[in-house]
């Protein structure tokens, strides 16, 4: 679900906002995106997957250019 998610925004040039995401840490400078998606331009994106026992995916996608 997370790479079917990840290429969906690709494709829709947006970053889907963080449900989980509620107060941030003002030590710890990560941008988020905490109430609504935002437009983005890229033609690459990551996703990761960390499970138990060490099985740990990172998916990078990268689009067409232009």
Do not use: Y
């Not at 969906?8 to 905490?34: G, K, N």
Request: proline share 9%; net charge positive; glycine share 10%.
């Amino acid at each position: 679900l997370r790479a079917v998610v990840t290429l969906h925004a690709l494709t829709l040039q947006t970053i889907p906002r963080d449900i989980t995401h509620t107060r941030p840490a003002p030590a710890i400078p990560l941008e988020v995106v905490p109430r609504a998606a935002r437009d983005a331009h890229g033609r690459h994106a990551m996703s990761n997957a960390f499970g138990f026992g060490g099985q740990n995916v990172a998916l990078v996608r990268g689009g067409a250019p232009g």
